[in-house]
């Protein structure tokens, strides 16, 4: 967006939010009214720096010079013509111009809107940025409010609805520049879900009990605003179902809300309304109300046994894998503890260990069959016995309850199976693991120790020659010296004998 047209529309809206000036837009020109010589010459100078061309001023007495607009008096009148617009488009630069837009019928399928950042899209027509040309093709128009609303008094909903809808009820028009068409949208709104608009304006419920609002806006928040678009859009999508959608919203409308509410009190009750109408169309209760509460009672009370069922597998699951997980930790530890060299303990160790396992596995299959089971069952259930629930309902009642337990169960099975499997490979491991061989000695003693044998042999047969030294007395000396060669006589005698 240029500088120049943010400029413009600055100091055009700071002029009417000054009570100052009116001004008019149309898809072709703009008109600024009531302003002053000083101001005039500023708008004039700003529509000539964006591109606008046939720039004039005057006032009741005719066209103003240029040179002598700064020294004019009050109730000057500026015009420009805008550059021309693509086929479809319309275009507007201040709130005030957006406003008056917004109060006549529709004439384009696309409005550039001056701030936009994001375009917002309608049933029949797309608010967009300036200078925006994606395309946009408008929906079917919904029903006519005139059929269903009983209009007294002002503030009726109009013939139309399509450019209040939003194609995405929850799309954000919190936006600034929309203002003006979320402020025109609630009341419209509002309106066609009412069952009479009284002579004083205010929208009437006729329920029982009736209840009524008055036409006071209020401050309606985005959740406000959001269940609001929801709720009309289901009532009038349909055209052929509109006398009825009608009528229950309004029911519900008045049997939730408080009384003597504003506008912003109506829209707070529309999201228990809406949820409460569209199980009634669903089921049709006015023939068939206590059949509908048994069958909601006995949905209920399936969905909580299969919760409990599934909860009770997963304890099941919990006590199976703490069995294994200590059951593998004692085969570790025995056979970390039993003689190495026993033929059949590793051997056993891994088959109690297999058998563990395959117990944790045979439990996760038993839960996760169950579970396979009753998905089958409520698929069953959705398209034979409970058509009549929305898909939110739906959710909210079987959907989410159901995904809670499986996600628990699931949760206990991948953490046991994965500590059950790492144990498994430990007691393999170790179980199979060779027994560690004991090194024998062979006799051959090592240099140390033969050293020392040495040192205790020489030891001792000192000690005896010693011994025996002391102990003979000399005299007996020849004779000790004689034996030698006596001995070696006898053994001279025995060779002779041979």
């Given amino acids: 967006m240029a500088p120049s047209q943010i400029a413009l529309a600055d100091a055009l809206n700071a002029l009417v939010d000054a009570g100052r000036v009116v001004v008019t837009e149309s898809r072709a020109t703009l008109a ?69 837009l917004l109060d006549r019928p529709t004439s384009t399928p696309v409005v550039w809107v001056h701030g936009l950042q994001a375009p917002l899209e309608t049933w029949s027509v797309r608010y967009a940025p300036w ?4 395309p946009f093709v408008a929906l079917d128009a919904p029903a006519n409010p005139a059929r269903v609303v009983r209009v007294l008094g002002p503030g009726g909903p109009g013939e139309q609805l399509g450019r209040w809808l939003l194609r995405a009820a929850d799309a954000s028009a919190e936006a600034p520049a929309m ?7 609630a009341k419209r709104l509002l309106a066609s879900l009412a069952q009479e608009i009284e002579p004083d304006g205010r929208l009437l419920f006729r329920g029982p009990p009736p209840t009524r609002f008055s036409p006071t806006h209020g401050d309606i928040d985005q959740a406000s605003f959001a269940a609001l678009q929801a709720a009309t859009g289901w009532v009038y999508e349909n055209s052929r179902e509109l006398d009825n959608r009608h009528g229950l919203v309004a029911a519900e409308v008045a049997r939730t809300s408080l009384r003597d509410g504003i506008l912003r009190d109506l829209a707070a009750t529309l999201p228990a309304a809406l949820e409460g109408a569209r199980i009634a169309y669903n089921f049709g209760v006015t023939q068939q109300s206590k059949d509908t509460l048994k069958a909601l009672g006995d949905l209920r009370k399936t969905v909580s046994d299969d919760a409990a069922k599934l909860s009770e597998t997963t304890r099941s699951l919990g006590t199976a894998v703490v069995g294994a997980v ?12 039993l003689p190495a060299n026993g033929v059949f303990i590793g051997p056993a160790a891994i088959l109690i260990g297999v058998v563990l396992a395959i117990y944790v596995g045979a439990v996760v299959a038993s839960g996760a069959h169950y579970i396979d089971i009753q998905r089958g069952l409520r698929s069953d259930w959705r398209t034979r016995l409970y058509r009549f629930l929305g898909d939110d309902e739906y959710k909210m009642m079987v959907t989410l309850p159901a995904e809670r337990a499986e996600r628990a169960f699931w949760t206990t099975a991948i953490v046991g199976a994965v500590m059950t499997v790492l144990l498994l490979v ?16 062979d006799g051959t003693p090592s240099p140390a120790a033969a050293a020392t044998l040495d040192a205790v042999t020489e030891g001792a047969t000192a000690s005896p020659a010693s011994h025996t030294k002391s102990a003979v007395p000399p005299s007996a000396s020849p004779v000790t010296s ?10 001279d005698g025995a060779k002779g004998q041979n």
């Avoid at 964006?50 to 700064?70: C, K, M, Q, S, Y």
Wanted: overall charge negative.
């Fill in 482 to 491: 004689t034996a030698p060669s006596g001995s070696g006589a006898a053994t």
């Fill in 131 to 134: 200078a925006s040309e994606e």
């Fill in 179 to 185: 203002a003006p068409w979320k402020e025109r949208a």
């Fill in 326 to 337: 200590f059951g593998n930790i004692g085969l570790i530890v025995a056979r970390l503890t």
């Fill in 32 to 100: 600024v009214n009531q302003l002053n010589g000083i101001e005039a010459e500023s708008i004039v100078n700003l529509l000539e720096a964006d591109g606008w061309h046939d720039v004039a001023a005057g006032d009741a007495g005719g066209e103003i010079p240029r040179n002598l607009l700064a020294g004019s008096g009050e109730g000057v009148r500026v015009t420009a013509v805008r550059m021309p617009l693509p086929d479809g488009v319309d275009a507007v630069l201040t709130k005030s111009g957006f406003g008056a």
């Fill in 426 to 441: 430990a007691v393999y491991f170790i179980a199979a693991a060779p027994p560690v061989p004991v090194k024998k000695s």
